[in-house]
């Protein structure tokens, strides 16, 4: 399983806390298992699935900060304080299906074609 780690110092990712990270590097794992099931899934170079399930880790954080409102325009710093409008952020299933899709076919081959096809 992938470990945070190789997050933090290969994948260079800084987003998700490591005390958080395990769960959702489970769920990543898990649409990424889903994927070899129904499609032809390879890996063109030696990490490229670790580097494909840490991105999909970073959406799914981006998606769960997002859906708790964390995702947001305003900033304090001490008393000061500045908002921006922002626009809503689509977590809806399909839009999270989109985009881990998008973050798996970064580092790695996808056929959605027949099986046995290449």
């Known amino acids: 399983m992938l470990n945070y780690a190789f997050y933090a110092t290969e994948y260079l990712g800084d987003s998700v806390p490591e005390s958080e990270f395990a769960a959702f590097a489970r769920d990543a794992q898990a649409q990424l298992n889903r994927y070899k099931r129904i499609y032809t899934v390879t890996a ?3 990490n490229s699935e670790d580097m494909a399930l840490c991105a999909m880790v970073d959406a799914l954080y981006y998606f769960a900060q997002a859906q708790s409102g964390a995702v947001g325009g305003s900033i304090h ?13 689509d977590t809806s299933p399909a839009a999270q299906e989109k985009e881990l899709y998008r973050c798996a076919r970064q580092y790695l081959e996808i056929y959605r074609g027949p099986m046995g096809g290449a």
Do not use: F
């Not at 710093?77 to 952020?89: E, F, K, N, R």
């Open 44 to 46: 063109p170079e030696q």
């Open 77 to 89: 710093i001490g008393s000061v304080s500045s908002s921006a409008q922002t626009t809503q952020v």
